[in-house]
């Protein structure tokens, strides 16, 4: 995880598919550095991220390919 971007807000997060939720994420999360369920940091030894969403005005946000394809 991100040490500097930790703070956590709530976000209105537009999911692909269209439906709109308000999730509590950190900063690195919302800015897409993180996995959006475990908070792996998204690094080339992370492997591939899959974008799930985007918060309007913030930025695409992902899930690491182990949550993206896991029990959702
Ligand atoms: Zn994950």
């Known amino acids: 995880m991100i040490s500097n971007k930790q703070t956590v ?11 709109l939720e308000t999730l509590e994420l950190t900063a690195a999360q919302a800015e897409g550095f993180e996995c ?3 908070k792996t940091q ?16 913030i930025g695409t946000v992902f899930q690491c390919l182990k ?5 959702r």
């Open 36 to 38: 959006l369920t475990c």
């Open 42 to 57: 998204h690094t080339t030894e992370s492997g591939a991220f899959q974008p799930v969403g985007r918060i309007p005005s």
């Open 9 to 19: 807000s709530s976000y209105v997060v537009m999911l692909d598919g269209g439906s």
């Open 67 to 71: 949550c993206a394809g896991g029990a």
